[in-house]
């Protein structure tokens, strides 16, 4: 059997185009070996059979062998626990080194830790890349050092900085972050495989295929173009639908920043705003699992379970809520307008945990990122970085007359809605709602101050 100089470990990046890890991995000289792993740490917590994630990796996982086969490579699939087959891969075909592009996740930087120790002490090299955003933490701080917690002065910072690499030596327009990482001119450093290596079935691991049909990430500068004027109507198909091929890095994220920034600059904002929770998760980890104003440890959550299901199945009797809730439950997505809206109510006027919405929508969301999602609950909530405050309370009839006055998003979703089967009520009124919530906040919050 070839043996590799280097081992390429794909993880959420699936892609060979404009691949920082790779790029770097192929240019130090080859043979390269590019494999991916079924991680059975992750596979084994998931809590159906039927994941539309797990199905839009493995197609993915096929289109990118297919790719690596027109190179005359083969990308390698495995499938178990990434200690016990990284010791197998040190001992059997003893690379150089092994690359890979950073992950940030709590889980993901423990696991990277444990495989860099393994690697080490057969002397081969982990060397780590950023693809997944544009800046990390540590490169956009503030002037006087440490990292922003508010959004407005980190996106200037993080235009300023982008900007300011946009000139080379000879004065040319040169978008130095920006750039593609020319990953094809040194595809001949790929290690060549004699016969294709099978991919593990979903079957064998466990899974079903399921039919959420995915939609490719948009590109027509017709929809780019229109972004921030249709972007919060949820009937609309206006937004992009990059964020499960960013998740997974089907797309690269360098890419679709020169996409935005030639189409739409609100566009652009809303990236700015993914490397933003990104860098919040880098720089304060403790966000995983709590809020990031401890403060909000204070609040009483009533956590009253037969709400919680109503929530989740889509029977609150609040349209604009119950039509967002069905469209993920069906779909894997939800508009991100209705997504503001839904976590409102749950965590305002249902006073339930934050994070039991952010652990179902972890299970739900094909493009679920623990950074972005942790950081569009804590937002909702009111104890995250940037938060809205505490008083301000989505009033979802006014919600639904600014943005779906038709109710065309409703009636997509709620088939029964406007006949008898609907409720008359929602389970908890808007105005009780938002007193309640208003008092217990307060009082509250007044706790947390005198027990400091
Ligand atoms: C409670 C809550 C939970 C969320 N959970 C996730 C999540 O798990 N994963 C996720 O990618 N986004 C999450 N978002 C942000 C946003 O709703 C989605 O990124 C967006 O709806 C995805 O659809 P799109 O790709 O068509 O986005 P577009 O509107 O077309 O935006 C383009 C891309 O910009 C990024 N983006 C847009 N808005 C945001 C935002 N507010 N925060 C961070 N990145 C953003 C995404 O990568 C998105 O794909 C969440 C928002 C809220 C309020």
Redesign the pocket.
């Known amino acids: 059997m070839a043996k590799p100089a280097t081992i390429f470990w794909h993880r959420r990046d699936l892609r060979i185009s404009d691949n920082a890890g790779l790029y770097h991995a192929l240019k130090a000289g080859g043979p390269v070996l590019p494999i991916f792993i079924f991680d059975r740490n992750i596979l084994d917590k998931l809590p159906s059979q039927q994941d539309a994630r797990v199905t839009f990796i493995h197609d993915s996982l096929g289109d990118l062998a297919q790719a690596y086969r027109a190179y005359g490579s083969d990308l390698r699939v495995y499938y178990g626990f990434p200690l016990e087959i990284w010791a197998q891969l040190r001992d059997e075909l003893r690379p150089r080194a092994v690359y890979t592009n950073r992950d940030y996740e709590p889980y993901a930087l423990e696991r990277d830790r444990a495989v860099a120790d393994l690697l080490s002490l057969r002397d081969i090299s982990f060397r780590t890349f950023k693809d997944h955003v544009i800046f990390e933490s540590e490169e956009v701080q503030k002037k006087a050092g440490g990292p922003y917690t508010v959004f407005t002065p980190y996106m200037r910072t993080w235009r300023q900085r982008l900007e300011s690499r946009m000139v080379d030596h000879a004065g040319k327009p040169l978008s130095y972050y920006l750039k593609p990482y020319p990953t094809e001119r040194y595809t001949t450093y790929l290690l060549q495989e004699s016969a294709p290596y099978p991919i593990p079935s979903l079957e064998a691991m466990g899974f079903e295929r399921t039919e959420i049909d995915l939609p490719p990430p ?1 590109e027509k500068t017709s929809l780019l173009s229109q ?1 921030d004027k249709q ?1 919060d109507y949820p009937a609309v198909e206006g ?5 499960h091929h ?2 997974h890095g089907t797309v690269s994220v360098r890419n ?1 920043a020169r996409l935005a920034q030639s189409t739409n600059d609100t ?1 652009l904002g ?2 700015i ?2 490397d ?2 990104s860098n919040i998760l880098q720089a304060f980890p403790h966000v995983a699992t709590g809020n990031y104003r401890k403060a909000y440890d204070h609040i009483p959550w009533l956590n009253d379970e037969e709400h919680f299901e109503r929530w989740c199945e889509g029977r609150t009797g609040v349209p604009i809520v119950d039509a967002g809730m069905r469209q993920l439950n069906a779909t894997g ?4 307008r209705i ?2 809206i839904v ?1 409102s109510y749950l965590t305002k006027h249902l006073l339930i945990d934050w994070r039991l ?1 952010e652990k179902y ?2 299970d739900k ?1 094909l ?3 623990l950074a ?2 942790n ?3 804590q ?2 909530a009111g104890g995250g970085v940037d938060a809205q405050p505490y008083f301000r309370i989505f009033n979802f009839d006014s919600q639904q007359r600014k943005f779906d006055k038709d109710y065309r998003y409703v009636k997509r979703w709620v088939a029964e809605y406007g006949t008898d089967a609907y409720p008359a009520e929602p389970i908890v009124p808007y105005k009780f709602g938002r007193e309640r919530a208003l008092s217990v906040y307060k009082q509250a919050l007044a706790e947390a101050r005198n027990t400091e």
């Not at 997505?333 to 991100?336: L, Q």
């Open positions: 948009a972004y972007r937004t992009t639908r990059w964020g960013l998740r679709r566009l809303e990236l705003w993914r933003f929770y997505f939800m508009h991100n997504r503001m976590a919405g929508f972890a969301l493009c679920y990122e972005s999602n950081g569009g609950w937002w909702a």
